[in-house]
C-alpha cells in the first residue's frame, strides 16, 4: 500500500496550486481520504477529507470556498485544488486514508504519503 503525494511548490499569494495523492495497493472504495498539512513549528492539522463512498466531504473553516477535494476512482487519486492561497498556507500537505470514524481523528488513518512542500510567499 503506498499513497505519492505530489503537485507541491512555491506560488504568490492569491495563486493556485493542485495537489495529487495517487493511491496504490488497494482500491479507494469505502476508504475516506484526508490531506493534513503540518507548518514549522505546529501539530499536524486536518485540511479536508473526502469519504469515497458518498462523497462526503468537510473543510477546515479556513479553507472552505478555496480549496476543493476531489475523486478521481478510475486513476484511483485524489485532488486538493487550492485557490486563493495566502502565506499561512505554506506547509507541507500529506494525504491520508483509512476506514476511520471520525474524519479529523488524525490518529485513525491506517496509511499516509510522504508530504509535499507548499510555499507561498511574494
Known amino acids: 500500500v503506498q499513497l505519492q503525494a505530489s503537485g507541491g511548490g512555491l506560488v504568490q499569494p492569491g495563486g493556485s496550486l493542485r495537489l495529487s495523492c495517487a493511491v496504490s495497493g488497494f482500491t479507494l472504495g469505502y476508504y475516506a481520504i484526508g490531506w493534513f498539512r503540518q507548518a514549522p513549528g505546529k501539530g499536524r492539522e486536518g485540511v479536508a477529507f473526502i469519504k469515497s463512498s458518498d462523497g462526503f466531504t468537510q473543510y477546515k473553516d479556513s479553507v472552505q470556498g478555496r480549496f476543493t477535494i476531489s475523486i478521481d476512482s478510475a486513476k484511483n487519486t485524489v485532488y486538493l485544488q487550492m485557490n486563493g492561497l495566502n502565506p499561512e498556507d505554506t506547509a507541507v500537505y500529506y494525504c491520508?486514508?483509512?476506514?476511520?470514524?471520525?474524519?479529523?481523528?488524525?490518529?485513525?488513518?491506517?496509511?499516509w504519503g510522504q508530504g509535499t512542500q507548499v510555499t507561498v510567499s511574494s
Open positions: 491520508a486514508a483509512g476506514s476511520v470514524k471520525y474524519l479529523w481523528n488524525k490518529n485513525e488513518y491506517d496509511y
